[in-house]
């Protein structure tokens, strides 16, 4: 058990509506890592956020969005489904940013028809 | 660009002998490397790193070799068992913040 925990852990959505993710971190961790993994393929890097800012991204575009708070709970919003954008959805939390050990979550099937 | 490769996409042993997965990355300024375990229905589990001023790192029965010249790092599990049975990833940091990871192995562990 890592302590990551996601909510909720499955969720269907039809096209173009919006979806909101939510992680919350290890006890401690001040930075949060979001991972997109399709079927079949390795998690694909969305975005950092550390103390509350983003710090990093992916090539997602903007309809990917995200939110740190100060408990460390953090959320991912996705405007405009698209159905490419069923997959599984994770969280990872660090200790610190640049610390580069990542801990999972269980991760959110999110299915859009 | 940042790619990281990984083989063999698919691995299958008979139980008791030795597992190697192999992993290539792109960037020679990444310094740190992880592996992690996926089954089914549940999110990566980390199960060894080795960050670059390191050449190998033991745990029990897994163990991790880097070779930062050739850009070249491997995953050796001995006596495998059963509840090894399971997709393998290896990844490498960019930017220190970004994991990239590969495409991972599927190691089935036959009794």
């Known amino acids: 058990e890592t302590g990551v925990t996601q909510s909720p852990t499955h969720l269907i959505k039809t096209r173009g509506q919006q979806v909101t993710l939510r992680c919350s971190s290890q006890?401690?961790?001040?930075?949060v890592s979001w991972y997109q993994q399709a079927l079949g393929q390795g998690p694909q890097f969305i975005f950092q956020?550390?103390?509350?800012?983003?710090?990093g991204r992916g090539n997602f575009p903007p309809r990917f969005s995200g939110l740190q708070f100060p408990n460390y709970s953090s959320e991912l919003n996705v405007n405009a489904l698209e159905l490419d954008d069923s997959a599984l959805y994770l969280c990872?939390?660090?200790?610190?940013?640049?610390?580069?050990?990542?801990?999972f979550g269980p991760g959110t099937r999110l299915t859009v028809l | 660009g940042e790619n990281v490769e990984q083989h063999p996409s698919t691995l299958s042993v008979q139980e008791g002998d030795s597992a190697v997965i192999k992993c290539t990355y792109s960037?020679?300024?990444?310094?740190?490397f992880p592996w992690y375990k996926q089954e089914l229905g549940k999110g990566p589990q980390l199960i060894i790193d080795?960050?670059?001023?390191?050449g190998e790192k033991k745990d029990q029965r897994i163990a991790v070799t880097l070779n930062k010249t050739a850009k070249h790092f491997s995953l050796h599990i001995t006596e495998t068992q059963p509840e090894d049975s399971a997709v393998y990833f290896c990844?490498?940091?960019?930017?220190?913040?970004?994991?990239?990871f590969g495409t991972g192995t599927r190691l089935q562990v036959f009794p």
């Open positions: 990872a939390s660090s200790p610190d940013r640049g610390t580069d050990t990542q801990y």
């Open positions: 006890s401690g961790h001040n930075t």
């Open positions: 956020y550390y103390r509350e800012e983003e710090n």
């Open positions: 960037d020679s300024a990444s310094n740190y």
């Open positions: 080795i960050r670059s001023n390191v």
């Open positions: 990844a490498a940091v960019y930017n220190t913040d970004k994991l990239i």
